[in-house]
């Protein structure tokens, strides 16, 4: 089975702190996502990497960054947090870049910044 | 642009009740994939099923059934005999292309309550 796992279920953070959610998957997938999660809004991609090193903007990428330094591990990145990034953020994998298939996801990182 | 409409923010059925969750999409390509996800309580997005934009046959995995029309641009799902466990937010989401990357777009999720 894929896993995908998430540093963590639910964090704290106060305006302005730098914080980093860490995603790690086991099935040597070569495409990671970040996604946000938002009432009504649905999932929205913030960020995609389909190679190490190798990074792509989603769909809202403002105020983030990220990471892929090996291939299991695709970091995200908030600089400077603000009360408008929290949200459930959830982390995806697939398999073969440059064809499509099914994203598998992590549990999810509930981030609330006070 | 793609886009996918889940028009049922919420549905509430009594156990054992059939029920569909509608899903319909906008694409301008001819090659695209349809997803749909479940995500229960705990949070993660549980895939059941991938559907390509050639392959129009309804497809039935125990109590649950998926009907594709391509002629409405739907990708219904069906849940037959409901039971608790299947509470939960599921989405259904489309991809375009055969290749490049896998952009999915998702629709803004159907919250189904199912109670005993």
């Known amino acids: 089975d894929v896993k995908v796992t998430q540093s963590s279920r639910y964090l704290v953070k106060r305006t302005g702190e730098k914080v980093f959610l860490e995603c790690v998957q086991d099935?040597?997938?070569?495409?990671m996502f970040w996604y946000r999660q938002d009432p009504g809004l649905g999932l929205r991609l913030i960020y995609f990497?389909?190679?190490?090193?190798?990074?792509e903007k989603g769909d809202i990428p403002e105020g983030y960054s990220v990471s892929r330094e090996k291939k299991e591990r695709f970091s995200l990145i908030l600089e400077s947090a603000s009360t408008n990034q929290t949200s459930m953020y959830l982390c995806?994998?697939?398999?073969?870049?440059?064809?499509?298939?099914?994203?598998?996801f992590g549990p999810g990182t509930r981030l609330t910044v006070l | 642009a793609q886009k996918v409409t889940q028009a049922q923010t919420e549905i509430s059925v009594v156990e054992k009740e059939d029920v569909t969750l509608d899903c319909v999409y906008e694409?301008?390509?001819?090659?695209?994939?349809l997803f749909w996800y479940k995500q229960p309580p705990s949070g993660e997005l549980v895939f059941l099923i991938r559907r390509n934009s050639f392959d129009e046959q309804n497809e039935i995995s125990g109590r649950y059934s998926w009907n594709f029309q391509k002629s409405t641009s739907s990708f219904n799902f069906t849940i037959t005999a409901s039971q608790v466990v299947d509470s939960a937010v599921y989405f259904c989401?489309?991809?375009?292309?055969?290749?490049?990357?896998?952009?999915?777009?998702f629709g803004t999720g159907t919250r189904l309550l199912v109670s005993p």
């Open positions: 099935m040597d997938h070569e495409n």
């Open positions: 989401a489309l991809s375009e292309g055969d290749t490049g990357f896998q952009k999915l777009v």
């Open positions: 990497s389909y190679d190490v090193k190798m990074k």
């Open positions: 995806a994998s697939s398999l073969a870049g440059g064809q499509i298939d099914t994203q598998y």
């Open positions: 694409t301008r390509d001819t090659t695209y994939y």
